[in-house]
């Protein structure tokens, strides 16, 4: 079976993960927490909206991940190349490869960056599918348990590194875009 290629799918799931997390964030930090005796009205209401925003993630990531193994005939290879040797050399040739170009100022063509690219795309994957997947299993097996409060220290641990990866993500994009280079020109 032959999957679409457009870029349509990947832009919306993006988007809809980028939208949630301010959503995510916020709400965590002003909610109500299961296993606190508070019960404001305001609490439940944004513990609600971190559940609920939580699940819609859960399955928008779940969504992208399909994309993205549908697009990709090899998707671990691909989001992971530092874990075989030819996919380290490629890695490691355009790490220095940027490292040169960045030096004089100057952006590497997205043809020369692929196997970074992809590295840091998987690296956010990572971050991103540990963040929902330990809340998707904390909302399974109900947030007030003890259990669930000891892997929501663990959800937590994901939050610093997610946002690192955001940033850095997004800022190589725009700076990909202001030197011209068109992102989501190919399939």
Not at 76 to 89: E, I, M, S, T, V
């Amino acid at each position: 079976m032959e999957f679409p290629r457009s870029r349509t799918a990947l832009v919306a799931l993006h988007a809809l993960i980028i939208g949630a997390i301010p959503l995510q964030w916020l709400s965590s930090e002003l909610m109500a927490k299961p296993w606190s005796d508070e019960q404001s009205v305001r609490g439940q209401l944004l513990f609600s909206v971190h559940y609920w925003s939580g699940i819609s993630t859960f399955a928008a990531f779940a969504a992208l991940v399909t994309v993205l193994c549908f697009r990709h005939p090899r998707p671990f290879a691909h989001f992971f190349p530092w874990l075989h040797a030819a996919g380290r050399q490629q890695l490691v040739a355009e790490l220095r490869h940027t490292a040169g170009e960045l030096a004089q100022w100057r952006m590497p063509a997205i043809t020369q960056t692929r196997h970074l690219a992809a590295a840091v795309e998987g690296f956010g994957l990572s971050m991103l599918g540990g963040m929902v997947c330990s809340g998707g299993l904390i909302a399974l097996i109900g947030p007030e348990t003890n259990l669930a409060h000891q892997i929501g220290e663990i959800h937590e641990i994901f939050f610093a590194p997610l946002l690192a990866y955001l940033g850095v993500h997004g800022g190589a994009a725009v700076l990909h875009h202001r030197a011209g280079h068109r992102l989501f020109a190919e399939p």
